[in-house]
């Protein structure tokens, strides 16, 4: 599938967004969290905007983006329509849990149910996000069980990873924020390798033989191609990436999002301010520029079915 940049984008800045409002949430109503009120802000800020800009990114992929409001409607059958519903509806939690946190300095008792309810519509989100990709059955690399677990540990991955770095950055660090980052990378990186592993081992049970109907008859190979040029379906789902390319762009995945990050947030129990500060930091911003790589190459190695119609022996 061709990458596209826009939702590439979507799905890495929400993703860190609503897994830091999950922590948040989580946090702020079991008292893991102090009710600072600049950190409170920072934090939901951070979360909101990234949540915001994520899904305005997302916008621009459409052919008309104005007419984005529609995608609520069909959420009876449509993942994306769930998906779009569900963000609109965390807001509201989310509001109530910022004021409650922000202006009356409160995360707990009532206004931390707030927060809990935030904390599961951010979960959901994400994994309506996840199943938009995994409901697809003609495309094997995302209709699997590892699509949706991967969306939902990078997305708490990442945006522990910002908690980790704004309580270092407000004074508030404890062990259990970094144990909590260092234990989301290790679960994110076997996660994803298993769903590397499982992709390099495993093939579409789609064929040129059973997509034509003609394997009865023996081996089916492309006689002419259907078009003289290149159109929106071999340019979309026809997209190629070479093997040795894409292993070198998991070896930098890997190594930015899940290595560095993890030798950069152990250090920060054994480091003092501000140096441990500035290293839970750029963990973070490592971990985000790992998963863009990540993010792009989930969909550069997946292979629609329809590509078996333009020489494809196997999609």
């Known amino acids: 599938m061709h990458p596209a940049s826009s939702v590439i984008f979507f799905t890495v800045a929400s993703g860190a967004g609503y897994g830091l409002l999950l922590l948040l949430g989580i946090g702020g109503a079991l008292g893991w969290l102090p009710p600072d009120r600049w950190f409170g802000a920072a934090a ?20 008309h983006p104005e007419r984005a409001w529609r995608a609520v409607s069909q959420w009876r059958s449509s993942w994306l329509s769930r998906e779009g519903l569900a963000s609109l509806i965390t807001y509201i939690p989310a509001l109530a849990f910022a004021a409650g946190w922000v ?31 995994a409901s697809l059955k003609p495309i094997q690399r995302w209709h699997n069980g590892y699509v949706v677990p991967c969306y939902l540990l990078l997305g708490v991955m990442t945006g522990g990873l910002w908690l980790n770095s704004l309580a270092h950055l407000f004074g508030l660090a404890s062990n259990g924020l970094t144990l909590l980052a260092i234990a989301a990378l290790a679960v994110g ?6 769903y590397w592993r499982f992709i390099d081992n495993s093939r579409s049970e789609s064929s040129a033989e059973t997509a034509t109907g003609l394997g009865h008859l023996g081996k089916v190979r492309l006689f ?27 070896l930098f995945a890997t190594i930015l999002a899940f290595v560095l990050p993890f030798l950069l947030t152990a250090l920060t129990l054994a480091l003092v301010q501000p140096v441990a500060g500035t290293a839970a930091f750029l963990a973070a911003v490592s971990a985000i520029l790992g998963v863009l790589i990540e993010r792009w190459l989930f969909f550069a190695e997946a292979k629609h079915t329809v590509t078996l119609y333009y020489g494809q022996s196997r999609a």
């Open 44 to 63: 939901l800020g951070l979360a909101l905007a990234a949540v915001t800009v994520g899904l305005v990114s997302s916008t621009f992929h459409l052919g």
């Open 189 to 194: 990186w076997l996660t994803k390798l298993a």
């Open 103 to 133: 202006l009356l300095g409160r995360n707990s008792g009532g206004w931390g149910l707030f927060g809990l309810i935030a904390a599961a519509w951010a979960g959901i989100t994400v994994y309506c996000t996840g199943m938009i990709y």
């Open 224 to 250: 002419e191609a259907p078009h003289t040029e290149e159109n929106y379906l071999m340019r979309e789902m026809g997209f190629r990436i070479a093997r040795r390319h894409a292993y070198r762009l998991r």
